[in-house]
């Protein structure tokens, strides 16, 4: 029967979460070349990596499962220059070879250079209401596993300071 001759790969989930997929080398070693896949990378990946990119903001839709979380994290680990000395990067890098030598060599080129900073790559925690809530917890936790400490000023950070304004000015006293 053919349940013998076809296996599942087990990192092959019905769901990805970009968040955690970002920490592990399996999605890039699991990147499969085509043409609509290496057409996408060329043009974000390039976009992206330029000084003065053309294009400021981008939106990727597709139905569910198309893979496009599976190519933004890709795109992630490459740019934030991530797992990208060992057998998961050139596996990458080989199969894209095999499509766009070209492109292949433009990202080697920008891994490899040290003048080109990583990407920072924050993925977004969507746990509160509020989107600005989001994206200050989100860069906050980021930063922390990077191992920089920062404090931002929050609405209460800034009531604070001026309950303390307050409490200095000689109208206060009276």
Do not use: M
């Not at 070879?97 to 924050?122: E, N």
């Amino acid at each position: 029967p053919y349940i013998d001759l076809i296996r599942q790969e087990s990192e092959y989930n019905y769901s990805a979460n970009i968040q955690f997929d970002i920490e592990n080398d399996h999605k890039l070693a699991r990147f499969i070349p085509n043409e609509t896949t290496v057409d996408l990378l060329r043009e974000y990946f390039v976009d992206i990596s330029r000084t003065k990119p053309a294009h400021h903001a981008r939106i990727l839709y597709g139905s569910y499962g198309t893979g496009k979380s599976h190519f933004l994290t890709v795109l992630s680990l490459l740019l934030s220059k991530t797992f990208t000395n060992g057998v998961a990067y050139r596996t990458f890098s080989d199969r894209v070879r095999s499509y766009d030598p070209r492109l292949a060599a433009d990202i080697d080129t920008f891994v490899a250079d040290g003048k080109s900073k990583p990407f920072l790559v924050v993925p977004i925690v969507f746990d509160f209401e509020d989107f600005d809530r989001c994206i200050y917890f989100s860069l906050k936790k980021k930063l922390e596993q990077i191992g920089k400490k920062v404090s931002f000023k929050t609405f209460y950070d800034q009531a604070l300071a001026l309950i303390e304004q307050w409490k200095g000015s000689p109208e206060s006293k009276e």
